[in-house]
């Protein structure tokens, strides 16, 4: 696994840098990308704006009180996938193995590569230059031996960096890591971390795996690997949907039941829209809330027969909203989602448990 030449490459403030490209009136000026009023959140925000602290998931009421003079744009979600296609469109230029996990960021295995260029460096500063040249934008581009290490050599040098993480490297580069910085551990598993004595990976590599699934789970067997720099996962060029989800905040909480039942049907309709153009067989629904202080809760069940009619949806949301109500305090969100799709193996499987002996 160590001979094989991974990059990761990571669109720089993609949002914001697409308004600044398209809108030159905001250009080298602090931009969110976001609603501004008092409900809103940023989902993007520029550089510029990065300075005075702002940053994506914070709520705009305070990206607006850290920057007084912070301008926000309403997103343009055609136009960012627009670019991304295009900026795909480069990456298969290079290889097929391409591993999107957004729309501004993906893996690329180059090991064989569609160039014939030996160096995975060459093939990462080639594609920044593409984008660049073609597309008047910045990526950054992380290259190593495997997924994890390529994830984190592409946020060293932001913006416009190139970083590569040589195997000879890699167990120093991972002893330094700070631990809220590795790929996969969010902010509750560093703040666990910190509490049992793992500041940095040195001190991760230290613990067993016994130790670490015993804290973390599953997790743990992934944190024991990786701290050795161990990741044999591949580049997947395509990645199967296991779940279709809509949801929406509303710019007033909802605290009675004739309102609750309104707006959960309105996000229903359109999940169904989403989710008959799929082609998909989902028996799982699952409703999302999220209150008023941001405590969320969520209910699920899975049904015998797969959805197929949108008739089915109100009853079987009915079982969920039935559950929560009356409601306990005000709702801010509102969220369903259909999963466990129907395969042909795990068709033949259910269908078997049904059988009458």
Same mark, same amino acid.
């Given at each position: ?14 949002? $914001? ?108 500063? $080639? ?130 039941? $004739? ?99």
């Amino acid at each position: 696994m160590e001979n094989r030449k991974i990059i990761h490459i990571d669109m720089d403030a993609f949002f $914001a840098s697409v308004e600044q490209l398209d809108f030159p009136e905001y250009r080298n000026k602090p931009l969110a990308v976001g609603g501004s009023s008092d409900r809103g959140v940023v989902a993007a925000a520029s550089y510029e704006a990065r300075k005075f602290g702002v940053k994506s998931a914070m709520s705009s009421k305070l990206a607006a009180k850290l920057c007084p003079g912070l301008i926000f744009a309403r997103p343009r979600f055609e136009r960012y996938k627009e670019l991304s296609y295009e900026i795909r469109n480069i990456f298969l230029r290079y290889t097929d193995l391409i591993e999107p996990l957004s729309m501004d960021e993906a893996f690329l295995d180059v090991t064989e590569n569609k160039v014939g260029l030996p160096s995975a460096t060459l093939i990462a500063q $080639a594609i920044k230059n593409d984008i660049k040249n073609e597309l008047n934008l910045v990526a950054s581009a992380g290259v190593s031996y495997n997924k994890f290490l390529a994830k984190m050599a592409s946020d060293q040098d932001k913006p416009n960096g190139l970083y590569v993480i040589k195997p000879e490297d890699a167990q120093a580069f991972i002893f330094s890591l700070p631990i809220h910085r590795f790929f996969g551990v969010g902010k509750v598993t560093a703040d666990k971390m910190m509490e049992l004595g793992i500041p940095t990976g040195k001190q991760l590599y230290q613990k067993s795996k016994e130790f670490l699934e015993y804290h973390f789970g599953k997790s743990g067997k992934y944190f024991y690997y990786i701290a050795r720099g161990i990741d044999n996962r591949p580049v997947e060029s395509f990645r199967e949907r296991k779940s279709l989800a809509v949801e929406n905040t509303f710019f007033n909480d909802i605290s009675d039941q $004739a309102t609750f039942r309104k707006e959960a049907a309105k996000i229903m309709q359109s999940m169904w829209k989403r989710y008959d153009k799929s082609g998909k067989k989902a028996r799982t629904l699952t409703l999302k809330l999220k209150y008023f202080d941001f405590t969320i809760q969520t209910k699920s069940h899975t049904f015998d027969i797969p959805f197929t009619q949108e008739e089915q949806l109100k009853p079987a949301a009915d079982i969920l909203m039935d559950s929560v109500l009356p409601l306990k305090k005000p709702i801010r969100l509102i969220g369903f989602q259909l999963s466990g799709f129907e395969t042909e193996e795990n068709k033949a499987v259910f269908h078997q448990t049904k059988l009458d002996f």
